[in-house]
C-alpha cells in the first residue's frame, strides 16, 4: 500500500534545467518503455505537488537521490565538489527534506555516485539528520569488498548521526557467497554501539538493472552521450574490456530484460552469450554493439545470489522486505520487456515460498517485516499496523494460496490468492 521511492541515487526532482537532458538519459533505462515524461517541476516539493495533482493509487515516501542531487549541481563530474557546490548540494537536500521526502538515497556503484567520496555523502546525511530522515544506501560494493562498503555507510550513519538503511542487501557473485555470515554480525555489533542500521532484501537469486551499467564508472563520465562516444572509440573499448574482467559476473549470467528497437526484441529473455554466439562474435562485443544500437536504453536481469545467504538475510531480525522494483503492467507500454519477476512476485513469494512451503519464517514475523518494520524505519507513524486511528492501509489474502506466479521467461502475471488491497480505506 505504500511505496518508498529514490531508491539507489535516484529520483526523479530536484531538476536543474540546465542539466535536464543528463538527468532524463540518467534514469531513461529504469523508465516506463517509450514513456517519455514531461518534465514541469524543478524542486523536490513542486515534484511531490505535481504527483498529487496527477493522481497516485498508492501512498508514496520518497527519498531524495544523491545522484540526481549531484547531476543537478554537478553534472557527471568525476571530481569532488568545491566548498560551494558542497552548498548548493546541501540547499537541495534541505529543500528535498523539508518538502516531505524520508530520507537521502546513494547508489555508490552507479556513475555519478560512484565519483563521491565518503566525506562529501556524510555532509550531505547531516543535512538528512536535521530533518530526522533516513540514509539508505546501495552501497559501493556487494561482492569482493562488501564488508569494506558495510563499513563505509556504517561511517556516514555513526558521523552524520542518522539511521543507515543497506538497500536489498546482499553477497554478490559465487566467490562471495557466505560473506553475509560477517555482514550481519556487523549490523548486529553496530547497534550494539548505538548506530542504528537495518536493511531490507528481495527474494531472488537475481537482481536488475541497467546494462550500462555493467561498464566501469570512468566510462560514465560526462553522461549517456559520452559513454555512447566512448563504446564507438577501440582503444577506449579496449580499455573497458580490460576493466570486466573481474566482473563477478558470468556472461551467461546477464539476460537482457528490455530493449527499445523493434529489431532486437528478440533478444530480450536471452543472455548475453547465447546473443553472442547468435552474432557470431565475443560478448563484450556483443554487449558494447547492443549497447549502441539501443542508444543506451537496455535492462538486464543478472544471477549473482546464492539461496543460503538469501535465507540467512532474510531471518535476520534487522531484515525487512522490499521488493527493488517499479510499477509494470501486464498491458500497454507497461507490459513490454522481460523484467524481473519480483516487479510482481516478491511479498507473495515470501508468504507462499518461504513462509507456508519452507517455513523460513513465521507468518508473523513475514507481516512485521513488510508493514509494521518498513513504516517504523521509514517515519510512518500512523501506518504498518492493525490499530484504531491508524490508517486503513491493508491487504486482505489467503495464507493457504497466496504465492507468485511471475517468472524469469515470464514476469509479467499476477500473484494469486491476494483477496483486496484497500488503501487509505478505500478498495
Excluded at 538469501?310 to 509494470?328: N, P
Excluded at 484504531?388 to 493457504?400: H, I, Q, R, T
Aim: some cysteine; overall charge negative.
Amino acid at each position: 500500500t505504500t511505496m518508498v521511492t529514490g531508491s539507489c541515487g535516484m529520483s526523479l526532482a530536484p531538476v536543474n534545467p540546465a542539466k535536464e537532458n543528463l538527468l532524463m538519459r540518467y534514469i531513461a533505462p529504469l523508465m516506463p518503455p517509450g514513456g517519455k515524461l514531461k518534465v514541469e517541476w524543478r524542486t523536490f516539493g513542486e515534484y511531490l505537488e505535481k504527483m498529487e495533482e496527477k493522481g497516485i493509487a498508492a501512498n508514496v515516501a520518497p527519498l531524495v537521490g544523491h545522484g540526481t542531487v549531484r547531476i543537478a549541481v554537478m553534472g557527471f563530474e568525476d571530481r569532488p565538489p568545491t566548498v560551494e557546490e558542497l552548498k548548493e548540494m546541501k540547499a537541495l537536500i534541505s529543500e528535498a527534506m523539508g518538502s516531505g521526502a524520508v530520507g537521502m538515497s546513494t547508489g555508490l556503484i552507479y556513475a555519478p555516485g560512484a565519483y563521491s567520496k565518503t566525506d562529501e555523502i556524510i555532509e550531505l546525511a547531516k543535512v538528512v539528520a536535521k530533518y530526522d530522515g533516513v540514509y539508505a544506501s546501495h552501497i559501493r560494493n556487494e561482492g569482493a569488498t562488501l564488508m569494506e562498503a558495510m563499513e563505509e555507510a556504517i561511517d556516514i550513519g555513526e558521523k552524520a548521526q542518522v539511521p543507515v538503511e543497506i538497500a536489498h542487501h546482499k553477497a554478490s557473485g559465487k566467490a562471495f557467497w557466505g560473506k553475509t555470515v560477517k555482514s550481519l554480525k556487523l549490523m548486529e555489533e553496530t547497534r550494539a554501539r548505538g548506530v542504528d542500521v537495518t536493511c531490507d532484501q528481495y527474494p531472488y537469486e537475481a537482481g536488475m538493472t541497467s546494462l550500462i551499467m555493467l561498464l566501469p564508472p570512468w566510462a560514465h563520465e560526462g553522461g549517456m552521450d559520452k559513454l555512447l562516444g566512448r563504446l564507438r572509440n577501440p582503444e577506449e573499448r579496449e580499455k573497458m574490456r580490460k576493466d570486466l574482467e573481474n566482473m563477478v559476473y558470468g556472461w551467461e549470467d546477464i539476460y537482457v530484460g528490455y530493449v527499445e528497437t523493434e529489431k532486437n526484441k528478440p533478444l530480450e529473455g536471452k543472455n548475453l552469450a547465447e546473443i553472442a554466439e547468435a552474432r557470431s562474435t565475443d560478448e563484450f562485443t556483443a554487449l558494447c554493439d547492443l549497447l549502441l544500437e539501443e542508444n543506451g536504453i537496455a535492462s538486464m536481469v543478472a544471477f549473482s545470489m546464492g539461496e543460503e545467504d538469501i535465507r540467512r538475510v532474510m531471518k535476520h531480525h534487522l531484515q525487512m522486505v522490499g521488493s527493488d522494483s517499479w510499477a509494470v503492467a501486464p498491458y500497454g507500454i507497461l507490459g513490454a520487456g522481460k523484467p524481473h519477476p519480483r516487479f510482481y512476485g516478491t511479498f507473495p513469494r515470501i508468504l507462499g515460498k518461504y513462509v507456508r512451503e519452507e517455513k523460513v519464517l513465521t507468518l508473523e514475523e513475514a507481516v512485521r517485516k513488510m508493514t509494521s518494520f518498513p513504516a517504523q524505519r521509514f517515519g510512518l507513524r500512523d501506518r504498518g499496523l492493525v490499530k484504531e486511528g491508524f490508517w486503513a492501509d491493508l491487504m486482505v489474502f489467503d495464507p493457504e494460496t497466496v504465492k507468485d506466479r511471475a517468472t524469469y521467461q515470464d514476469p509479467h502475471q499476477y500473484p494469486e490468492g491476494i483477496e483486496y488491497v484497500m488503501v487509505n480505506g478505500k478498495i
